[in-house]
T-cell receptor, first 113, second 112 residues
Framework: EDKVVQSPLSLVVHEGDTVTLNCSYE??????LLWYKQEKKAPTFLFML????IEKKSGRLSSILDKKELFSILNITATQTGDSAIYLC?????????????FGRGTQLTVWP | DVKVTQSSRYLVKRTGEKVFLECVQD?????MFWYRQDPGLGLRLIYF???????EKGDIPEGYSVSREKKERFSLILESASTNQTSMYLC???????????FGSGTRLTVV
């Protein structure tokens, strides 16, 4: 079964809307959670979260982690068409070989003008 | 700037062909990974390597093999391509355990 579950899998909004993407996880020995944005090609790094309750922010994007409830959210305010992408959540399990990343299936965000 | 380079962006091969996908990183990273990405399934790990000549199977290694003769290069080999291997293939590297990955731009492989 999936160790990392993202929801929704697909989302369509209009420019200016605010969106919240969800990521829940279940790993034996959590170390960190990462968010990536993927447009047409390589996923690009957005945030790494290791501590609960500390918000990471970059422009209109922000993310927070809840280690007690085992989830993270990624917020995007005042969305733009350039935010259209697949957003990937990944978790590092300390107990895994090489600290490999376990990925969710991604959320496909489409922003209409 | 850190770079992971995949040799081909698009590739079309015939069923039964032997296919090589090449990945090169210029960061002196120890760890390298091959994923395939399919709609609705996300990224699935095929193989990874933590040193030259060392390799480990990921979650879906069947039908694939890998080669790492030099630290900077990690090759994915499809011994006999099949149509169900049509996919986006992503290579990634990381400095050491528990660090996030740097991804290549991907190779979209179509097997006809």
């Amino acid at each position: 079964e999936d160790k990392v579950v993202q929801s929704p899998l697909s989302l369509v909004v209009h420019e200016g809307d605010t969106v919240t993407l969800n990521c829940s996880y279940e790993v034996t020995n959590f170390r960190s959670l990462l968010w990536y944005k993927q447009e047409k090609k390589a996923p690009t790094f957005l945030f790494m979260l290791t501590s609960s309750g500390i918000e990471k922010k970059s422009g209109r994007l922000s993310s927070i982690l809840d280690k007690k409830e085992l989830f993270s959210i990624l917020n995007i305010t005042a969305t733009q068409t350039g935010d259209s992408a697949i957003y990937l959540c990944a978790v590092v399990d300390r107990g895994s070989t090489l600290g490999r990343l376990y990925f969710g299936r991604g959320t496909q965000l489409t922003v209409w003008p | 700037d850190v770079k992971v380079t995949q040799s081909s962006r698009y590739l079309v091969k015939r069923t039964g062909e032997k296919v090589f996908l090449e990945c090169v990183q210029d960061m002196d990273h120890e760890n390298m990974f091959w994923y395939r990405q399919d709609p609705g399934l996300g990224l699935r790990l095929i193989y990874f390597s933590y040193d030259v000549k060392m390799k480990e199977k990921g979650d879906i290694p069947e039908g694939y093999s890998v080669s790492r003769e030099k630290k900077e290069r990690f090759s994915l080999i499809l011994e006999s391509a099949s149509t169900n291997q049509t996919s986006m293939y992503l290579c990634a590297s990381s400095e050491r355990a528990f660090y996030g990955y740097t991804f290549g731009s991907g190779t979209r492989l179509t097997v006809v």
